[in-house]
């Protein structure tokens, strides 16, 4: 009679954990193949004149309302920019009257 420790094959479990590695190896390589890029657009002469068109189409369009909103903003971008560099000069300032304030610099 033959022992059951000597029997050829995999346990329920062994080929349980085998098929679970598998399965792992298997989404992982399906994964890393999916992260590539695909292989650029080959567009035909008439395909790329009528991308051109509706681009300049869509450029004319824009245009004028991409212009009035630059306008509308300059003048709160021009305030902001003007705030920045007066707080910077004035934080120059005082430090300047703070080094000149220090005891020991002669004065005139």
Do not use: H
């Amino acid at each position: 009679m033959a022992s059951n420790k000597f029997r050829l094959g995999f346990s329920p479990v062994q080929r349980g954990v085998s098929v679970w590695f598998g399965a792992v190896f298997l989404g992982l390589g399906m994964g890393a193949t999916s992260c590539s890029e695909p292989p650029p657009l080959k567009l035909t002469l008439s395909q790329r004149e009528m991308a051109d068109t509706l681009y300049l189409e869509k450029v004319k369009t824009l245009g004028p309302q991409l212009d009035s909103l630059c306008a509308a903003n300059r003048e709160e971008r021009l305030a902001r920019a003007v705030d920045s560099i007066l707080n910077v000069r004035r934080s120059e300032e005082a430090e300047l009257r703070a080094k000149y304030k220090q005891p020991g610099f002669p004065t005139q």
